[in-house]
């Protein structure tokens, strides 16, 4: 069966500290992947998706299709990327599946 | 503005009390989505629609409708609320075709159901 983990609810980093936050997915194809996120009253967006290969906010995520897993990192943690973070493939299809989140807290 | 609104965001009920939360796109999104969001759970899809009356089940339809007379709504029915559909709701929407499908949120609607 198609799924996605996000195997911490909870992480706290130091700022100034190297930070990922891990992503594992089970499928046989290859899916399309994102990172979504949720700063604190405000409402869910999209931070990167993986086919672009993009870095935002400092913030990259490289697929890994033989371990099946598109970690997000960041090298130096800041204290405005504490928030609520979702991992979302898309397995071959128009719907999205999200992981259950990690709350980043950045500690000063 | 190219946005995604939802009303009310919030909402206090009691069980039984048939309810409907819109929700409304300016984008001219064929897709839209409901999810719900709770703790531990993460966000779970509720129903989705790829088109004007075309719309699916997602992983927890159950004690939910939805409808998709046109296409820039998509409004979440719930015929009889029960406490356990307390919950934070988010609609979604999104433009097909390309493979950067980006969703689009709403601020979201905090339901209390007592």
């Given amino acids: ?108 | 503005e190219a946005q995604v609104t939802q009303n009310p965001r919030y909402l206090i009920t009691v069980t039984g009390k048939k309810l409907t939360v819109t929700c409304s796109q300016n984008m001219n999104h064929e897709y839209m989505s409901w999810y719900r969001q709770d703790p531990g759970l993460g966000l779970r899809q509720i129903y989705y629609s790829m088109n004007v009356e075309v719309t699916d089940k997602g992983d927890v339809p159950e004690g939910y409708k939805v409808s998709r007379k046109e296409k820039r709504n998509f409004p979440l029915i719930l015929e009889s609320p029960s406490p356990n559909q307390t919950s934070l709701y988010f609609c979604a929407s999104s433009a097909p075709g390309t493979a950067a499908r980006e969703q689009y949120f709403g601020p979201g609607t905090r339901l209390t159901v007592t």
């Fill in chain 1, 1 to 108: 069966a198609q799924r996605v983990t996000q195997p911490e609810k909870l992480l706290s980093v130091f700022k100034g500290a190297p930070v990922e936050l891990k992503c594992n997915y089970s499928y046989s194809g290859s899916p399309e992947l994102f990172w979504y996120v949720q700063y604190s009253r405000q409402r869910l967006q999209l931070l990167l998706r993986h086919i672009s290969r993009e870095s935002i906010k400092g913030f990259t995520a490289d697929l890994n299709k033989g371990e099946t897993s598109f970690h997000l990192k960041k090298p130096f943690a800041q204290e405005e990327d504490s928030a609520m973070y979702y991992c979302a493939p898309r397995f071959g299809n128009e719907k999205l599946t999200f992981g259950t989140g990690t709350r980043l807290t950045i500690i000063p």
